[in-house]
């Protein structure tokens, strides 16, 4: 970062003006100097009036181009206001002191001169503070805000485009060109779905951390192996553990059975999570069966859901009958694991 | 008996002739729209029975539309439509007057089904507006400010239960040994519930369920 006129907004000054502009300054401080050292000291309000006029050349310029830089932005013109008050009250003070003194007081006229000086020094000392330093700080740490700001934005466009490139658009190529299998159609355009609501809606990312989570996955699998569709809906979740683990492979398993055996494109999947107990539900319109003949011979019924159940301390309860479909209900009590 | 007549208002020309092709036989679509308001003029002009809303819409989304209709047109019932998993979305376009909501990929019958049943005057919950209303309810909430408005008896969240574990109205008072009718009563009374409840609190859970 070099000089706050050189930055961001559109008006530049000419670098010519600059050097022009410190060169009359110098010639100017050059001349005072020469004169302080080989004449005697002016009269008080010379002195005064010598030293307004050169902090003003050496000032001037410099809150000129500031305040042009400036200008549009609200916030740097309050700090500039404010500045160019508590100089202007400074060196007021101050040329205020030295003429009471040099007027008022007899005792030492000679003490009013430095005390004007000073003041007006100081005076011009904050000006230059205020319309170079702090100008120059503002733009830069604006500029390293919008520079960072566009960074992220072209980031996540980049994120967007990579995501949408990966998924939507090969999907959409996909099935362009096998616009012959209905079935194969159907499983893509599902796969990209749950991708795009997955990224969406923030689910679904990675490994499963929780019980919704998990039972997601478990119905993706199998809405995958068997082209049915599995309707989620979960109430409250829990922490994933091996108990709540072992719930989400027997519902994963009934979901096979339904998938396997209902006979119908669409299986329900509910879940709810409340103070003390777990409740998973599978549910189809199937075909169903008779509990009471199908139950024991059949390994997965048997084993893989029932079994586990009741290994994990929970229960299983089957409500189905030929012809009208079946539920399987499992339940956990979860009040010591949580 | 007249068909019921239907608007159906989503930005999406495609899906408008989906719907329109699948519900045509049963009701009478009179219009359709694509945006809130092209939407709000039509509604107005041709006073349809029932409007299937998108929630996600330019121009303001279906609240807009519902605020706009409603106050006018009390007597058009609205059934809301979306792909959104967006629990506040949802609650929200029913909370603004909605009187269901069902997810995009219902079939044309049961679409139908729930058009019927906005039509007469009732509620109609998918199982997934049903699971968000349980967790609008249920969470961890403190006991609500006043009980008898905000809660949820234990009967109506066994009814929606069983709605959400994909269970039809029919299918559910069976199981609960309750008539179809009494069914219908409990899910309306949650629908007044939903949009009459205390708003500090869902909008509380709505903001616990977005930041997860």
Known sequence: MDHPASSATGTRPRPGWIVLLVCVDAVVVAAFLWLAEHTSPPPLPLLVLLGVTIVGLLVGPWAYLATRQLRSDAAAGRILRRVFAGGTVLAGTGVVVAVLIATGGTQDPDAAGPVAMFAILVAGLLLLVGVVVLPWLFLLTRTLARERAARVRAEEHAEVATHLHDSVLQTLTLIQKRTGDPAAMARLARHAERELRGWLYGQDQGVPADLAGALRTAATEVEDRFGISVELVTVGTCPLNERTRGVVAAAGEALTNAAKHAGMAKVSLYAEVTGDQLLVAVRDRGRGFDPATTGRDRHGLAESIMGRMQRLGGTCTIHAAPGSGAEVELRLPVGSTR | ?212
């Open chain 2, 1 to 212: 008996m007249s068909r019921v007549r239907v608007f159906v208002v989503d930005d999406h020309s495609l899906f408008r002739s989906g719907v329109r092709a699948e519900i045509e036989p049963t009701v009478e679509v009179v219009g359709e729209a694509g945006d809130v308001a092209a939407a709000v003029d039509g509604i107005h002009a041709l006073e349809p029975d029932v409007v299937l809303l998108d929630v996600q819409l330019p121009g303001g989304g279906g609240r807009a539309i519902l605020d706009a209709v409603l106050a006018a047109h009390p007597g058009v019932r609205f059934l809301a439509l979306s792909v959104s998993d967006d629990p506040g979305d949802v609650i929200g376009v029913v909370r603004g007057g909605a009187r269901g909501y069902v997810v995009k990929a219902i079939s044309g019958r049961e679409l139908c089904q729930a058009i019927t049943r906005v039509h007469a005057g009732d509620a109609y919950f998918s199982p997934r507006l049903a699971g968000f209303v349980l967790d609008a309810f249920t969470g961890d909430a403190p006991v609500p400010p006043d009980p008898e408005l905000d809660g949820l008896t234990r009967r109506e969240r066994e009814v929606l239960r069983l709605i959400a574990r994909g269970y039809t109205y029919k299918e559910t008072a069976e199981r609960l040994y309750i008539s179809a009718r009494t069914v219908e009563t409990h899910v309306s009374a949650v629908l007044r519930k939903l949009q009459l409840s205390d708003r500090r609190e869902l909008s509380r859970w709505a903001k616990a369920r977005n930041l997860t």
